[in-house]
């Protein structure tokens, strides 16, 4: 019994709609970001999942890309958010709001 | 090996549907955490070894510790963590995962065309020739991009610690 | 000798560039000196140069002098060149000397004016330009000089600005002449095009040999520039400014509306008669538009109670007189009334000039009366004047000039009986209306004591002149019976053809006859206005018909409510610019579109999160579904 793509594609987007479902759910700044990790987590294993069924390492080589660009934009990601509590006390996303302006 | 994956492919959407639905923000990064691992299993048992390998380094290792540390600079109040656990019925959740599972329902729609089996592991050194063969200028410009995350990071914190000195 | 042409031009030009630039601080002697000066020096120029013309002789009858080329476009070569013969000479000398004696005169009589170099610097221009228009080589630089004296008689009408009816009249006249000049334009433009050049010698020979007799083009180029000399000579229908140009000085009225400006189209049809000969229709319509204009327009005279304006539509009647001789081919006795106009109508403004002035602004003629006696030199120099204007025989200038027409009129083909019978209603009308303001301002009793008339030789010297020339000026082109006199047929040369001269029972007859109604109408105007009739009959005879008259016929208020006012109410329509509706809607289309757009931008992260969701399932449905 071997393991198919679609189990693989499956278990991806299932994850990713997890994730989306955190982002929408949450006001909190931090967990909005942990579950937009969460979707490129999503992300990536459908890419190395493809790339394991070809059996080529293409799909691996962008998997590092996507967390090359998740590592980058969680720190600044994060920076940001600090910033913004250093600033307001909070980290609820409802009120960035203010910042309009 | 398919075995493995579907148990640690059900621990991943469990830990990570328990992380994101915790008000307190360690307990959910500690599920977190957990989920990122289970995923890096899931990695294990397509064949892809190095990419497991660098997914738990980075995100289980790195990105969580970072997302720990923020939540140390923050410093997390009990009232806030209080107000965020009232916010949380489920009735939040609900809009959300009905749109989630819509998602993710087309999602899975989209991959049916797909096909085929995951039989035999990439071998390291194909990824890795790949990697510093023609991919070499994307890998060069990721790294320019955690460069510039490193500068934009670094530009961030800095105006805070020059107010604090002026107030020291 | 030719280049004194230019000279003769140049300094009136020079006085006014003095003047508007000599700067506020300008002394009001050196202003009058400037003033009258430049035009004094002028006319004596102009006195030289007409002596030369003359001694030079049949062989040479036309001098050229070319300043610079104007526009040189291929074929197309117009220079500012002025050229002088028998018919420029004859206008030249009268707009120079006229004008002369009426700058001596406005020099005293705009002293006390607070814009006394305003009104000098103005004078000068308006000299400038008439004889620019008269002495032009070319139908481009006539047409220069036809519009500066128009922009010049604007500014002169308005020149008390700060009432608004007075710079009412002054865009009136402009607008009214300028529907004629924009005529005349494109009549000049056909002219061109149908003959090849602007140069006025080759349009005059040319069109006698290119025009065909009746056709479309000589036709309407015809019509064309007789809708130009109407509007600048003030005949019907486009006669309604000059009444309401009065509102300018007096000697204003005099030079611009009586003796020079208003006679351009007099000149230009002259100038041009060759293509009016191609057009015999037009010529026609030349005669009648003169003959109604004649009749109005002393009509309208007789109901006038403003003095200037009595002598306005006189000008306009007078104006007809020459408009008919044209109509009937007498060109040289039109251009000889022109002359001996100028003499007693400038003569009749400058006295009335002087009544008003001592009536301290009083324009009505019923409000005057007995002036006579305080009043002497006007008494008589607007008697002269208005004997003159009336043709009393033998000893006016006026009634040579007017005999000159009559009997050319009379054998004139066609319908030159019908011609002369108006001719002789507007003698008998003429002296009517003359004697009648003569009368009503100088006998019966005195109602107010007038101030002080302004005196002085600068006052005196141009009345005593015009006065003498009002009654001798005409002894330039006499019948056989009073001489034979034949100076004008000389001078003119053969830029006109020659007047003719009545011998015979039929001109002793005419000559008789319009001695008798001239005199008639004396008669008339004492019985009805004359001291006798005490007490004067406030509203005067036929109080209707008299206010219809003095309502000028109707003609203003026609053009008032078929012209002007439907103007007014397209421009009220027009000025909350509907056209710009078209842009305001697209822009309060892109505002609308704006505030729905920034409706979506509310900072609100998750907000855009679930929109941003939506959308890529929509397009993941679509992808899935086809």
Known sequence: MTLGLPEVLTFASILFGVGAAGLLARRSLLFMLASIEVMFVAGGVAFVGVSASLGQADGQVVFFFVLAAAAAQVSVALALMLRFHAQSRTIDADRASSLRG | MVVTFYIASALALAAAAVGISRAHPIHGLLFLALALVAVGVVFLAVGAPLVAAFHVIVYAGAIVVLFLFAVMVAGLSAPAVAAERTRLSWRAFLGPALLAAALAWLLIAASRPASGA?????????????????????????????????????????????????QR | MPSLLALVVALPFAGFLLLSLGGARLPARAVGIIGVSSVAISAVLAVAVFVALAASGPAEVRFVDTVWTWIDVGPFAPAVAFSLDGLSAVMMLVVTLVGLLIHVYAAAYMRSDASYRRFFAYMNLFVGFMLVLVLADNLLLLYLGWEGVGLASYLLIGFWYQRPENGYAARKAFIVTRIGDTALAIGLFLLFWELGTVDIAQVITRADQLLVEGSAVANLSAALILAGAAGKSAQVPLHVWLPDAMAGPTPVSALIHAATMVTAGVYLIARLHPIFEAAPAVLVAVAIVGAVTLLLAALAALGQRDVKRVLAYSTISQLGYMVVALGAGAYAAAIAHLVTHAFFKALLFLSAGVVIASLRGEHDLWRMGGLRRVLHLPFWSFGIGAASLAAVPVVTAGFYSKELILWNVWVAEPGGAWLAAVLLAGTFLTALYA???????????????????????????????????????????????????????????????????????????LMIGASGLSLLGIAAAYLAYGPRVLPRRAGGYLPAAGRAAEAGFGFDAAYERIVVGPFRRLARGLRDEPVDLVYEAVARLLRAAHGVLAFTQRGRVRVYLAVLLLGSLAVLAYSVMA
């Open chain 2, 118 to 166: 995951v039989e035999e592991p990439v071998p390291i050194v194909t990824v890795a020739s790949a990697l510093f063969g023609p991919y070499i200028a994307g890998v060069l410009l990721a790294g320019l991009l955690l460069f510039a995350g490193l500068i934009a990071t670094h530009h961030l914190a800095r105006r805070d610690d020059a107010a604090t000195e002026e």
């Open chain 3, 435 to 509: 004697f009648r303001a003569f009368f009503l301002a100088f006998f019966g009793k005195l109602r107010d004591a007038p101030s002080p008339p302004p005196r002085g030789g600068l006052i005196a010297a141009p009345l005593v002149i015009l006065a003498v020339l009002a009654i001798v000026g005409g002894l330039f082109e006499t019948s056989a019976y009073f001489g034979g006199i034949e100076l004008l047929t000389l001078t003119l040369g053969d830029s006109l053809p020659a007047a003719a001269h009545g011998v015979g029972a039929d001109a002793l007859a």
